[in-house]
Nanobody, 115 residues
Framework: QVQLVESGGGLVQPGGSLRLSCAAS????????MGWYRQAPGKQRELVAD???????NYADSVKGRFTISRDNAKNTLYLQMNSLKPEDTAVYYC?????????WGQGTQVTVSS
């Protein structure tokens, strides 16, 4: 049973930075592609970025150049470095396999960008 626990969210001002972490347990070593997703109020969950087990990355256009996804396979941990944050980045951020393959979603971590 894979468990995913997100952390690192919080309240920041526009232009600020946050570093999110996702701790994975269970058979996380089997997850070939891990992604960060976010869901803002009234909107669908969207893929923000993903990364393969070998380190290849992809980013949504909305975050390209500002966010950096990384993973430490030895530690079963996924990261999202978020810089130059904008109010529109406000959302609950989740990590999961991409696609989810039925892995359960965690509770996410809230990121709020506001003055």
């Amino acid at each position: 049973q894979v468990q995913l626990v997100e952390s690192g969210g919080g309240l920041v001002q526009p232009g600020g930075s946050l570093r999110l972490s996702c701790a994975a347990s269970g058979s996380s070593f089997r997850i070939y592609v891990m992604g960060w997703y976010r869901q803002a109020p009234g909107k669908q969950r969207e893929l923000v970025a993903d990364i393969t087990i070998g380190g290849s990355t992809n980013y949504a256009d909305s975050v390209k150049g500002r966010f950096t996804i990384s993973r430490d396979n030895a530690k079963n941990t996924l990261y999202l470095q978020m810089n130059s944050l904008k109010p529109e980045d406000t959302a609950v951020y989740y990590c999961n396999s991409n696609p989810s393959f039925g892995y359960l979603w965690g509770q996410g971590t809230q990121v709020t960008v506001s003055s």
